[in-house]
């Protein structure tokens, strides 16, 4: 198992970092906020899980143990896999989920791009006794109308640390908004790649 990579960053693309690590460079799959915290050429750690398959080896990155281990028990679940626990990792903090679980928040799992409500029922079930207890309290969320839409606040996050000036990042955002609100649940990494085409063509 490689449990963390470190060195400095080469690459910060569309849901994926490239971290140099002894001259070979780790391709990580990482959300959007993950994506965020990274700066090219700055060192960074992340800790990792592998997830192999027939055809694939795939690592994926997150800013801490608590997170990577989090993503292990979410992506362990019957019919969630690890392209769905990292969307809801993308969502929401381990301890804001593992609050939402412990208080039987179906409409929390709702808001993770993929969840219906049948499925949420489900994992609320699935989750109740693996996550844990909370460590702690966590913030209440703000209602939908005090504030950005949390794809919004992430397709930001996510264009600040490819390393596009705030502004720019507010322009890309608010160009793609008629995308999204044409989704019944926005995908923030096919709204990233489509906002990162419009910067290109604008530069």
């Given at each position: 198992?490689?449990?963390?990579?470190?060195?400095?960053?080469?690459?910060?693309?569309?849901g994926?970092?490239v971290?140099?690590?002894?001259?070979v460079?780790?391709?990580?799959?990482?959300?959007p906020?993950?994506?965020?915290?990274?700066?090219v050429?700055?060192?960074?750690?992340?800790?990792?899980s592998l997830?192999?398959r027939?055809?694939?080896?795939?690592?994926f990155?997150?800013?801490?143990d608590?997170?990577?281990a989090?993503?292990?028990?979410?992506?362990?679940?019957?019919?969630?896999?690890?392209?769905?626990?990292?969307?809801i990792?993308?969502?929401?903090?381990?301890?804001?989920?593992?609050?939402?679980?412990a208080?039987?928040?179906?409409?929390a799992?709702i808001?993770?791009?993929?969840?219906?409500?049948?499925k949420?029922?489900?994992l609320?079930?699935?989750?109740?006794?693996?996550?844990?207890?909370?460590?702690?309290?966590?913030?209440?969320?703000k209602?939908?109308?005090?504030?950005?839409?949390?794809?919004?606040?992430?397709?930001?996050?996510?264009?600040?640390?490819?390393?596009?000036?705030p502004?720019?990042a507010e322009?890309?955002?608010?160009?793609v908004?008629?995308e999204?609100?044409?989704?019944s649940?926005?995908?923030?990494?096919?709204l990233?790649?489509?906002?990162?085409?419009g910067l290109?063509?604008?530069?």
């Open positions: 198992m490689i449990a963390f990579v470190q060195g400095p960053v080469a690459v910060v693309g569309a994926v970092a971290v140099e690590v002894g001259g460079g780790m391709a990580v799959q990482c959300t906020a993950t994506l965020a915290t990274l700066r050429g700055e060192t960074a750690r992340l800790a990792t997830v192999v027939e055809d694939s080896l795939t690592l990155g997150f800013v801490d608590d997170e990577r989090t993503f292990e028990v979410l992506q362990a679940a019957p019919g969630v896999g690890p392209k769905l626990a990292q969307a990792l993308g969502t929401h903090s381990p301890e804001a989920l593992r609050v939402a679980i208080g039987g928040d179906e409409k799992l808001a993770v791009p993929g969840i219906g409500k049948a949420a029922a489900k609320l079930l699935e989750y109740k006794d693996k996550l844990g207890a909370p460590h702690g309290s966590v913030p209440a969320q209602p939908v109308a005090a504030g950005p839409a949390p794809w919004h606040e992430q397709l930001h996050a996510a264009l600040v640390g490819l390393g596009y000036a502004r720019e322009e890309a955002v608010a160009r908004t008629p999204a609100e044409a989704q649940v926005p995908d923030v990494g096919a990233l790649r489509l906002a990162l085409r290109n063509r604008a530069r």
